[in-house]
């Protein structure tokens, strides 16, 4: 796995983690928050979270994106 953190020009938070076995899907309730711990506690804290596959196939990335308060 590879975690990848970043802030953009307008202090979001971005992190990337991306996992080389594409061949494990996550599903929809995974992604929303509904199924495990990991990702529903990402969601509690107000991120965003996407899944996406590699253009050549091997990996998946699931990328949460957090805003700044205020």
């Given amino acids: 796995m ?3 953190l970043a802030v953009t020009e307008d202090e979001e938070l971005v992190i990337d983690v991306q996992d080389p076995r594409p061949d494990i899907p996550l ?3 995974a992604i929303a928050g509904q199924k ?3 990702l529903q506690y990402v969601r ?3 991120a965003t979270v996407n ?3 590699s253009s050549d196939m091997r990996f998946k990335t699931v990328r949460a994106q957090l805003l700044p308060d205020g």
Avoid: H
Wanted: proline share 7%; net charge positive.
């Fill in 2 to 4: 590879t975690v990848r």
């Fill in 51 to 53: 899944c996406s596959l």
């Fill in 44 to 46: 509690l804290l107000g």
């Fill in 36 to 38: 495990g711990t990991g």
């Fill in 27 to 29: 599903s929809p309730a």
